[in-house]
């Protein structure tokens, strides 16, 4: 058994220190003070792409979600609400390469306490962070896929559940057959982690009673030409669908689909929940009827928790109180390394942090997942996703769904 590794569907498609100081007591040098909780003063980095092809994505937003969570904190008087926090971003360049140059500027240069991670590029700063910096806290979305996010005992922790990229799970055929559909298609982009999701909702279609019908697994990236997609997808008699690929390629097809006339039982996105869609007035109405599936408890489950990231949202100018990915990413990502501070202690330094978090069984995302992260195992056999369907311009939850959980299939 490992670490656990429960749901977020989204982070399978997105295409995460020698320490600042050699005093292993005294954390990332002046980034980690060492004394009291009230004294304590952090530094932390958020490595994003701020330039290349997917800044036009996360940009700013992943400190935004950083920023948002650690105001609501303050806000409510947490046990460690008196630290000094200080955040500092480092730009992946939408690249491996440029992801690794980013850790070695936070750890060498910037001598932060943790890195906070929104990058599908990370793995390449993975092997470094592991070995040269192995003392610093990494903390992130794991939607690069790098398997040290899910190793127990190191320096790593996802702050999201992030399931096994090869793991089968019931819960997409489950909720194919659940609107009808007998024949399952879908599409992914020609990179491991959206094959895998494709191959994994295939294997879990078919364990529900679907048939298999049009499988594109080399969808190109960025591309706008569905109409070999479209074509498949009607001759091969397929009538529900998943896409493990961006929105913007998911809407393509969608939108390609409608304007042949060809009619689904429903279809599937991997992507899309959030304010970036409802921010569209024509993909909404595009959008119309498409379902999405969630790793955390959405916004409109109107809990405690959920209202407490709307609100924070909204403090941020999102109108609707729903993030976009790299914010939400942001904002988990922040949460952990508060929880963590708390489980270790306020003025706790980064070697207690680790160990800390590495024998911590507790971290729900403040009330947002279905199950609690536990850091010492590696996967756990059960996941939990909330569905929600675009109507009109609100996502509305699907009855029994929100969350639906299975057992491991394979």
């Known amino acids: 058994m490992t670490r656990t590794a429960i749901g977020a569907s989204c982070a399978l498609l997105l295409t995460l220190a020698a320490c600042g100081s050699d005093d292993e007591e005294g954390g990332g040098g002046s980034s980690s003070g060492g004394g009291g909780g009230g004294s304590q003063s952090i530094k932390i980095g958020v490595v994003t792409p701020l330039s290349g092809p997917s800044a036009a994505t996360y940009g700013d937003e992943a400190r935004t979600g950083v920023e948002a969570r650690l105001a609501a904190y303050v806000e409510d008087g947490g046990e460690c609400a008196d630290v000094e926090f200080e955040v500092v971003e480092a730009d992946d360049a939408s690249n491996p390469a440029g992801a690794l140059t980013a850790a070695q500027r936070l750890v060498q240069q910037e001598e932060v306490f943790a890195i906070l991670s929104t990058s599908s590029s990370f793995f390449g700063a993975t092997q470094y962070v592991t070995t040269q910096a192995a003392d610093v806290p990494v903390l992130g979305d794991a939607s690069d896929q790098s ?10 922790f996802p702050a999201q559940p992030v399931p096994d990229p090869e793991a089968v799970y019931p819960l997409v055929g489950e909720y194919m057959a659940a609107v009808g559909g007998t024949t399952m298609g879908g599409a992914s982009f020609p990179v491991p982690a959206s094959q895998g999701a494709l191959e994994a909702a295939s294997q879990s279609a078919e364990a529900a009673g679907l048939e298999t019908g049009y499988l594109n697994t080399n969808f190109p990236i960025g591309s706008t030409d569905v109409g070999p997609v479209v074509l498949g997808i009607e001759d091969s008699g397929t009538d529900v669908l998943y896409l493990p690929i961006t929105f913007d390629s998911a809407l393509a097809v969608v939108e390609g689909l409608r304007q042949n006339d060809v009619e689904l039982a429903g279809v599937l996105a991997a ?5 970036g869609l409802l921010d569209s007035p024509p993909a909404v109405e595009a959008a119309q009827g498409v379902s999405f599936s969630v790793g955390y408890s959405p916004v409109e489950m109107n809990t ?3 209202e407490r990231l709307a609100q924070a949202v909204r403090d941020q100018g999102v109108e609707s109180g729903i993030p976009a990915y790299a914010m939400t990413s942001g904002w988990f990502n922040a949460d952990l390394l508060l929880h963590g501070l708390e489980v270790a202690g306020c003025d706790a330094t980064q070697a207690e942090f680790i160990e800390a978090l590495n024998t911590d069984a507790t971290y729900d995302g403040s009330g947002l997942f ?8 590696e996967d756990q056999p059960e996941l939990c996703l909330w569905f929600v369907t675009l109507e009109g311009e609100e996502f509305v939850p699907v009855e029994n769904a929100a969350p639906a959980c299975g057992e491991r299939l394979n």
């Not at 398997?147 to 790593?156: H, L």
């Not at 992507?271 to 304010?275: D, E, I, P």
């Not at 279905?370 to 195992?377: E, G, M, V």
């Open 147 to 156: 398997p040290e996010w899910r190793r127990p005992d190191n320096n790593m």
């Open 271 to 275: 992507t899309g929940y959030g304010n």
């Open 370 to 377: 279905a199950n609690p992260i536990d850091y010492s195992l």
């Open 304 to 306: 405690e928790a959920t």
